[in-house]
Structures are given as structure tokens and as C-alpha cells.
């Protein structure tokens, strides 16, 4: 590892092996780089590998729900033997592809795309950092992400096929290989996947969080920083706090699948044979998936509310409304996430008192989410809007928190959860919380942050197109599913045809499939601009948007160190936008973090006024002492 | 549902029209050197929300107009109708809650839209503000979690002592059934006792299981306490009686129990739905395997009369299998000698 020397004069830790960096060969600029703002890049793209395969999933089994009697014949050459004699979709790869679709969008793109993408890249940017504290460790972060990656993607290609039990993967379905053909290699893939994933993903939540709370430049207070940094500082810790748990229960599932021990199976009898294990939970195996699996809709979600603050702010031309209360709102629904988790067991048999417990918590939360709400909405009250792509997904993430977070509500209650769990209900709810939010919260830090990631800007045009086909596309696609779960329609069925109850929606399930499929077409638009705009977009100013952050102080594409000179001091928060008199201080309507509050003596607030006025004669004082030491 | 497939097909390609025109627009003003300006496609994208706003809760008045006809039918259970009433009552509160909050979201970016002439408020924060709706929901919750609580309370307390007990056993994948005799008590199970004739591992040594017996359909008097004593010996399947708002994990190695009462009969229900083959179903909701979507079981509610008569033609599992006891004894000779010698 590198050693590290701390200049104190201008708090800045710089790596010797960063010069090496700078004159480094390709293996070390672009595929084993130490450079917290490559292993960004790096993390985004294979992120947007994932989602293609993700989605390309969804439409697979998207396409046998809304057409139950199709003949899929055409898909042999993608699917193979996975398309039965008789042109049918095989049941247990339909199985498999909900499974794997559930695993790679939650884990491979909203946890690694997302939060790796954005924390390796706004965290030093944002705090004025020349790196993340341990470049090395950042490094091993991401290759052991891509050796997840690179198994998990194997798991696609075994005789007996992916994982296939759901991607909470519960036992005993997943620790006997005979219960379903998923269960053998693809169900180990899984599992041994997983644990280079929470490894990768311990990895860079250490280095997230030692980083936001030593290498902060100067004046950069805990109380000066973005809510972006908040967030990904916040999830961080929530990764560190659950992921061991789910590498627990991911063990102890390795001993029952291959040592014969019990932790999670009792009195099974399958395949004509009675099996030796007794005395376990599977129930067990839910709580400790879920101290993680809660969390986890948390570390998908928070990072994209942090982007959203500072997109809504920037371009609303307004301070982030109640600063203090966003940060306590997310403390609030952390330290709240981890203590919900069984509100997903609500019929899984365990005590009803716990029910009555967990009801109770999980309804709490929606009191820290209601203020994050009420806060971006007033953020746009009196704002001076400017619709970039990034502002329009960041209303449509606010727009889509709101609709999944409302029917939460309604599951959070133990009694109503009775009849919607498990349903497409559930689906709707949390691929509008959950998923679709945080893709959105993907995307607008994509559009917002792109011409500091690459130096181009992306086209405008094809970014309206694409907001607004995703967010009627999400909406068409998610909404309806409400209507079919209060109908009761189980999820994770391969076809409803057998039920009398659930047969009535099939034209809606038609309508959900071909908007399934409509949307997740849109997103070649986005994938276009993307790669497009990489190489012929036109080139970036250095702030286009008018931002505070320390970021955009930076060149125009900043090489490893970011700064070139010293690095920023920060003497305001982030969100000086439209302050009255700034025009008389030489400002238009932004405020940069990195501008003293002497400069700008007309704008400032009359606390800012005493701290400017101390900072003066503190300087004052100074520059006499230089001339007289005995004062 | 045609129609409502055509209108959204069509409401897409006229968003796609509407942003392509802007996308023209945009480039206009590229062509003009004129990119750093906020352009004409800042009004086009102000104004669409609204319009969202406004044709988005029209379609969302008008498709659930349409769809709820196909919403399953009023419950058929006592606590149903308790848990639909709350069910009702909560989708009402956050239903005002999402029409409020998205009356503001999407109205506010079309009245406060950039304007060179106009310069945004500098509004950080408002302690009375936050502290208000802060407050409001949390009384909000707090009314929800009671009642919920309340009807929570009620339906997972103990079935009362002359609740009727039926057992439902998962597997892969089918559902068992199992009533008690005469005698109205269920006999002792073991999976170990399970073989080609005994699929639910009876123990036969229990003289409560002498008549149980087992039966094709599930059916249940209406207006009696049911209480479902639920298992499972493979993997976790859930028990889903969609109509009567039923459902909890049938767990191997760990017995689970829902208790319910019927309030509506079939036969009332053919006539309330107009459907004359209308039947009442079990599911399951826990993914358990291929043929998850398969573990279809018929429920009957019948009068207490018709339940009766339905009882006495029934024939216990051993009166069905008459030479089992012979195997039974045989088997449990074999065990005690493997454990003698041990």
C-alpha cells in the first residue's frame, strides 16, 4: 500500500504513488487505477452492462406474463432449451430470470451503479479531497465487485441454470439442490458471488466513511457539507452496519447446503426422501436476510435523495429547504431501517406480538420520508426552475418516492399486509420506492455530474426524451400492477390462467408487458447519449450549472489529485443560491463554497455578518502580529 | 381493457411527439449558438407537468372506475370486511396525501420556471413549517397504527376451543387436507411417518388420528370459527385464501395456524358475482418451485346442513386404506429392532 503524507499546511493528503499515476501505463490509468474518479467510471459503466441485462430480463418474463399463450419459438435463439418442445417459456427459467432480475438490479446496479458510481466520485470532489483515504483499498473495491460481477454472470450459463428461488433466496427452496433445478451451482454462484459483493461493498464503505471524516479540506464542517456527501456517508455506515449480517446468513446457508448442519432446515421430506435435519429456521434465515434486505432499500435509496438535493437546489436556484431537517430526516429513516426488518414476516409465523411491534416502527418511518417530501417540494416553491434532464428526473425520483412511499402505508399495517403480501401490490410498491426512484436518482446524477465525469456535455434533447418516456414508462408499468395486486394476484407466477380469482387482469398484465417493453427499449436513448455525448458531445464549461460544490472549482477534466495547486477552503454551505444583495457583492444568483463571507459583506445573513466580521479582525489581528509581535 | 390499452399506447407516442418537438426546438437554439440560454424547451417541460398532473388523475380516476369491477369481491370473512373497511380508510388518507403533494409538485414547476426577469427566494428553512408536517403525519400514523393494532390484535388471537380445526399441508406441488374426525381433534403427524400411502405422515400410534380423514376440497360450514393449522415438509409454501383474506407460511419444521369465519357461501357468492361456476380458491404466495403458480385447491362454504351431510359421507384415511395398520405395525417393528440394536 502506498504511504501517505499528510501536508497540514493545506490539509492534504497526498499519495506517493500518485505520481506514478500521472505517468503511469494503461494497466494503471484506466484498468487497476488508484484514482477515486476512474473506479467511478468504472463502476458506472459496468453498471449500465448490469442494467441491460437486468432489464433484458424483465422483458423476458414481462413478455410470458402479458402473453401466457404465445408461442415464444422465436426466442430459442437467445433462450435455447429455456423454450420447452411446444414453444413455451421453461417454467423453471422463468423462475430464474425473476430471481436473477431481482439480484442484479438491486445488488449490481442500484447498490454497486449507483452508490459506487457517485461516492467514489462526488465524496473527495465534494469535500475537497485529492482522493478517497485509501486509493488501494478503493482499487480492490471495484475488481472485487467485478469478480461478483464476473461469477454471478457465469451463474447465467449452468447446465441446471442461475439461482432461481427468488433473489431472497429462502431455505430451504435454496439449501436443497433437488427442491428446484436453481438450487445446485447456480444457487453456490449465488451465494459465492454475493460474498466477494459484500466484501467489495465493506470495502468501499470504509474508505467512504474514513474519508468524509478526515480528508475534509479546510472549513469543510460536518455542517457545510452537501447532502449528497451526507448520503453516501449515511449508506455507507448502513453497508457496514448490515451487509456482515447478510454474509452471516449467507455462511450458515453454505453449512446447511454442503455440511449437513441444520441452522435453517427441520422435518424436510422432498423427492420421496425423508432428510436428517431437524431442530432448525428457516424463519431464521428471514430475519437475518432481512436486517440487511431493509437496509438495503435504504442503500439503494438514500444516495439517490443526496443527488436529488443538490440537483432540486442547483437548479431550482434556491437553498435546499430545511438543510438541518433533511440530514436529521435521514439519520431518522437510517437508524429506523434497521429496526423494521420483520415487517416483511408479517405471515411468515412468527409471533403476532412482533407484528404488532414491527407495525408499529415501520409506520413511524414514513414521518422522516414525509418531511424529505415536503422539503424538495418547497425547495421548488418560489424557485426559478430550470428544467435540465437531471431537474426532471429529480422530480420524477420526488413524484415516484411519493407514490411507493404511500402504499408502504398500507403494508406497513400488519392487518392489510395480510391480504397484499406477496402480491403485485408489493411489486408495485417497491419498484416505485425503491427501484424506479433510485433509478432516477442514477439518472439525474448521470445527466447532472456528466460534464465533470467526462468533460462534454450531454445532449439536452434526447435527455427530455428520455426523462419523459421513462417516467410515463415507469408510471404504465407499476401503477397497473397496484390495480392486479389488490385483485390479488400472487407474485413470482408464471402464469394465472389456473386461478378463476386471478384470470380477470390478462389484458391488463398485456398492457403492463408492452409498457414493460416500450420502456426499457427508451433506455437505448439514454445509452446513446451516454457513449455519443463521451466522445463528440461537446466540451463542458467548467460550472455548467451554476453549482456551489467544491467540484466545479476543479479544471475541466481534473486530473488525479483533482486540484492542481492548493486545495479549496470552504466557508459556506453548500446552498447559497439567490441570496438577497449578492448581485451588489459581484455574484449572480450562486454563491460558490470556496467564496470568504468578507467578500460578500451585502448578501450575507447577520449571523454570517458577526462570522465575517470576526474573520476580518482575526485576519487583521494577524497581519499587525506579523508587523509587531508583542501585540 | 382494449381500450384502456389503446388510450395509454396512444398517450405515449403523443409524450414521444410533444419531446421530440422540443427536441427540434433545442436543436434550433444549438443552431443559434444559443445552448447556454435557458431555451423555449424550459416552458414546454414546465407546462407538462401540469398537464401530467391533470390527465394523470383523470386515467387514474377512470382505470380505477374500470378495473375495480375485477378487484376480488367483497370479503367473505368476517375479518375481511374489518381489514377491507381499513383497507379503504388508508387508501383514502394516502391517496389525499399523493393528490396534495403532487398538486404541488407538478404545479409549482410550471408557475416558478426560470425567468431572466425574476430571481428565486432565498427561503432556507421554516422552523413552524417543518415542525407542522412533521406533527401531521405522525398523528396520522399514529390514528393508522391503532386501528391497525386493533384489527391486528383480533385476528391473530387465539381460535376459541370449539373453532373447527382443518389442516393444510404444502409440498411441492399440491396442498393436503386433512380434517378431524368425529371426535373433532386432529392426530399427532410426523414427517418421518410419511410414505407413498401416508403423504401426510399421520401417526397412527395417536388414536385422535384413528378417524381422521383426508379430502380432496376444502369445506367449511359458514358463519363457524375455522381454525387452519398449517405445515409444510419441503420447502415454504403460503397458504392464500384470496376471498376470506387469508394467508400465512405453511413452514416445514415450524406448525403456523390463521384462524377465520366464512360469512358468504358459495352459492350466495355465484349470485352476488353473477357467475354460476364462481368457486372460491387456495393459492399459494411463497415461491416454492416450478409449479408454484400450479398449487390450485377448490374451497366449498356451505350451510351448517349441507357441511353435516358432507361430513357423514366422508370415510376416514384408515377405513380408505384398510391394510395400512398392517404396514404401519410392520414399520414400527423395524424401528423399535434398528433401535434395540443400537
Redesign the interface.
Known sequence: MSSVVLDVEHNDVHSHDDHHEHHGNFWTNYVFSYDHKVIAKQYLISGILWAIIGGGLSLLFRIQLGFPEANLEWLRPLLGDWITESGKMD??F??AAVTMHGTIMVFFVLTAGLSGTFSNFLIPLQIGARDMASGFMNMLSYWLFALASVIMLASLFTSTGPAS??WVI?P??SA?PQ???GSGIGMTLWLVSMVFFIASSLLGSINYISTVINLRTAGMSFAKMPLTIWSFFITAVIGILSFPVLFAAALLLVFDRSFGTSFY??????QGE?LEH??????LFQHLFWFLGHPEVYIVLLPALGLTSEVISTN??????????MIGSMLGIAFLSFIVWAHHMF???MN?FL??IF??LT??I??PS??K??????T????????TPAM?FS?GL??LF??GG??G??LG????D??L???YFVVAHFHLVMGSAAFFGMMAGVYHWFPKMFGKMMN???G??HF??TF??A??VF??MH?IG???F???????T?????S??A??N??IS??AI?TVTGQFIFIFNFFWSMFRG?NA?LNPWGSNTLEWTTPRKPGHGNWPGALPIVYRWP?D????DADKDGFG?FIPQDVPLSKTMESNTDEERVLAQLDSDLQKLGEEREKNPFI | ??T??LI??G??LI??V???V???I??VGIAKED??K?TF??KI??A??PI?LVV?LGL?YW??ND??Q???PEAASIH?K??DA??NI??G???A??VV??L???T??FF????EK?????????DK??IA??AV??IV?AV??IF??R???D??APASDSALQVELMG??FAWEIRYPGKDLKLGKYD??N?DNTNSM?IDFDDVNANDDFMAREIVLPVGKEVELK?RA????H?V?L??F?????A????P?RFKFTPSITTSEMRTKTNNP???Y?L????????????M?RIVKIVSQAEYDEWLMKQKSWLEKNPDYMATWEAKKAEKDAVAQAR
Not at chain 1, 278 to 283: C, E, L, R, T
Request: glycine letters at 8%; a positive charge; one cysteine or more.
Open positions: 417454467t423453471t422463468y423462475l428461488g427468488g429462502y430451504p427452496l436443497l427442491a428446484v433445478s432446515l427441520s422435518d424436510i421430506y422432498i425423508l431437524s431442530g432448525g429456521s428457516p424463519i431550482s436556484r434556491k437553498p435546499i429547504f430545511g438543510y438541518r431537517a405471515v411468515s409465523g403476532p407484528g404488532t407495525m408499529f409506520l413511524i414514513a414521518v414525509a418531511v417530501a415536503f422539503n424538495y417540494i418547497t421548488l416553491f418560489r424557485g426559478n426552475i430550470v428544467f426532471l422530480i420526488v413524484s411519493i407514490s404511500v402504499t402505508i398500507i399495517n400488519s392487518a392489510l395480510i391480504q403480501h406477496d402480491t439536452s434533447g434526447l427530455y426524451v419523459w418516456l410515463l414508462g408510471y404504465m401503477f397497473p390495480y389488490i385483485a390479488g400472487p407474485r413470482r407466477y408464471y402464469s394465472f389456473n386461478f378463476d380469482a386471478f380477470t387482469f389484458d391488463l398485456a398492457f408492452i409498457a416500450v461537446k464549461p446552498y443560491y439567490s441570496k438577497p444568483d | 381493457m382494449t384502456a390499452l395509454a399506447t398517450i405515449i409524450v414521444a410533444l419531446a421530440l422540443y427536441r427540434i433545442n436543436l445552448s447556454n435557458v424547451s424550459n417541460n414546465g407538462l407537468f401530467l394523470g387514474i382505470s380505477y378495473a375495480s375485477y378487484f376480488l375481511g374489518e381489514t381499513l383497507f388508508t387508501l388518507v394516502v391517496f396525501a399523493f403533494t403532487h404541488l409538485l407538478f409549482f414547476p416558478f420556471q426560470y425567468s425574476r430571481k428565486a427566494d432565498f427561503y432556507p428553512h421554516n413549517l417543518e408536517w412533521t403525519p405522525a400514523m393508522l397504527v391497525g393494532w384489527a391486528w390484535a385476528i391473530t409440498k411441492q414427517v418421518a410419511i405422515g398449517i415438509i419441503d420447502v415454504i403460503s392464500f384470496p376471498h383474506r387469508v394467508k400465512m407460511d413452514v416445514p419444521g415450524m403456523t361456476k364462481f368457486n380458491e393459492a399459494c404466495t411463497e415461491v416454492c418451485g416450478y409449479g408454484h403458480f400450479g390450485r
